[in-house]
């Protein structure tokens, strides 16, 4: 049960396209399509933001997408703008109901 | 809206016990399993254990196994987490999170727990 492993931050300008990748292994990541994001604000409740590797619940804007490769699931986020700013964590199923996830990624729109 | 709230949380020492509560509403929380999650401060998030909707399946994570106990009480719409013996590496904010298939779509806000003599 090792958290996945995601860039500590990352940072973009309004208007520009943002990449947080999240690195596991090939028994949760890669084997499981089962890849979701959450977002945090300060203080607040997380919220899902991606699930199932590149399905977005409704009322999250499809400016938020995912997307997985082997063992590497990654959330990019085009056309950043200032509300975007906040704490991004993946989290992947890995089997026999079990979860594990990331370390986090902090977004900074400059 | 999905409303979870937590409560039960606070100061306790090493070695010694605390139940957590997650009251639930406006959903059918009966048809649902539910997990806990934690987050240390400055940390991120850590599953700790998940409770199918009628309870017959129960799973925890390495670092919690035979110190914690989840269960729920469908009539009352609650969930709860037993936590004994507990370490300061248990220190942390305690999420109660409504599971759908393989992602957790609401969380609480979180209860704060923290282990220290």
């Known amino acids: 049960q090792s958290a996945l492993t995601q860039p500590r931050s990352v940072s973009g300008s309004p208007g520009q396209s943002v990449t947080i990748s999240c690195a596991g292994t090939?028994?949760?990541?890669?084997?499981?399509?089962?890849v979701s994001w959450y977002q945090q604000h300060p203080g607040k409740a997380l919220k899902l933001m991606i699930y199932d590797v590149t399905n977005r619940p409704s009322g999250v804007p499809d400016r938020f997408s995912g997307s997985k490769s082997d063992n590497t699931a990654s959330l990019t986020i085009s056309g950043l703008q200032a509300e975007d700013e906040g704490d991004y964590y993946c989290?992947?199923?890995?089997?026999?109901?079990?979860?594990?996830f990331g370390g986090g990624t902090k977004l900074t729109v400059l | 809206q999905v409303q979870l709230v937590e409560s039960g949380g606070g100061v306790v020492q090493p070695g010694r016990s605390l139940r957590l509560s997650c009251e639930a509403s406006r959903f059918m929380f009966s048809n649902f399993g539910m997990v806990w999650v934690r987050q240390a401060p400055g940390k991120g998030p850590e599953w700790v254990s998940f409770i199918s909707y009628d309870a017959s399946k129960k799973t925890y994570a390495d670092s919690v196994k035979g110190r914690f106990t989840i269960s729920r009480d469908n009539s009352k719409n609650t969930l709860y987490l037993q936590m004994n013996s507990l370490r300061a590496e248990d220190t942390a904010v305690y999420y109660c999170?409504?599971?759908?298939?393989?992602?957790?779509?609401?969380w609480g806000q979180g209860t704060p727990v923290t282990v220290s003599s």
């Open positions: 090939s028994s949760d990541v890669g084997t499981y399509n089962y």
């Open positions: 999170v409504k599971r759908v298939n393989f992602y957790f779509d609401y």
């Open positions: 989290c992947s199923y890995a089997g026999t109901y079990t979860w594990v």
